[in-house]
T-cell receptor, first 110, second 116 residues
Framework: GQNIDQPTEMTATEGAIVQINCTYQTSGFNGLFWYQQHAGEAPTFLSYNVLDGLEEKGRFSSFLSRSKGYSYLLLKELQMKDSASYLC???????????FGAGTQVVVTP | DTEVTQTPKHLVMGMTNKKSLKCEQHMGHRAMYWYKQKAKKPPELMFV???????INESVPSRFSPECPNSSLLNLHLHALQPEDSALYLC???????????????FGSGTQLSVL
């Protein structure tokens, strides 16, 4: 079956760095997405990895190792507005059919 | 315009009611999706439309009936729902075709549905 694991919750201080890990076991792999979701709002796209390595986008970076079934999202210079749920999602087979992890709730404290 | 618009934002309905959720996008996306999300859970795929045709139905009960009248609109018709169907219903759209990240989903802000 499909399995995507990420920690339930992480807490960090404003200005710090947090790394959210995601491990996956899926029948296929056609890319991994990270989404941010504030409570009661729609998920918004953060990053996409399909090849091994690091993708950097401002304060957010995402890493992928396909051989290890592993990805992480790195949030730098944390701000209070970064408090949200971060969803790891794998495109395992057909287009558009994303399998989501349960999400990691990041709490940023002053 | 990079928005997916969903209406209504909130909906309360009884188990005998019939209601519809609406979704609209003007990004030229030819794939549109319905997801269901319970509190503190990830979104779960319900339906996928590509080029206005239903291509994926994730074994969703028939009390949920999707409709895609044209390439910009997606509806979800609700009838005889159960209290356990209460959830956030998210619409999304994406491009189709080759190219990395073409399947990036743009989500609407959702309809919070309560079934009494």
């Amino acid at each position: 079956g499909q399995n995507i694991d990420q920690p339930t919750e992480m807490t960090a201080t404003e200005g710090a760095i947090v790394q959210i890990n995601c491990t996956y076991q899926t029948s296929g792999f056609n890319g991994l997405f990270w989404y941010q979701q504030h409570a009661g709002e729609a998920p918004t796209f953060l990053s996409y990895n399909v090849l091994d390595g690091l993708e950097e986008k401002g304060r957010f970076s995402s890493f992928l190792s396909r051989s290890k079934g592993y990805s992480y999202l790195l949030l730098k210079e944390l701000q209070m507005k970064d408090s949200a749920s971060y969803l790891c999602a794998v495109k395992a087979d057909s287009w558009g059919k994303l399998q989501f992890g349960a999400g990691t709730q990041v709490v940023v404290t002053p | 315009d990079t928005e997916v618009t969903q209406t209504p934002k909130h909906l309360v309905m009884g188990m005998t009611n019939k209601k519809s959720l609406k979704c609209e996008q003007h990004m030229g996306h030819r794939a549109m999706y319905w997801y269901k999300q319970k509190a503190k859970k990830p979104p779960e795929l319900m339906f996928v439309y590509s080029y206005e045709k239903l291509s994926i139905n994730e074994s969703v009960p028939s009390r949920f009936s999707p409709e895609c009248p044209n390439s910009s609109l997606l509806n979800l018709h609700l009838h005889a729902l159960q209290p356990e169907d209460s959830a956030l219903y998210l619409c999304a759209s994406s491009q189709m075709g080759v190219g990395p990240g073409n399947e990036k989903l743009f989500f609407g802000s959702g309809t919070q549905l309560s079934v009494l």
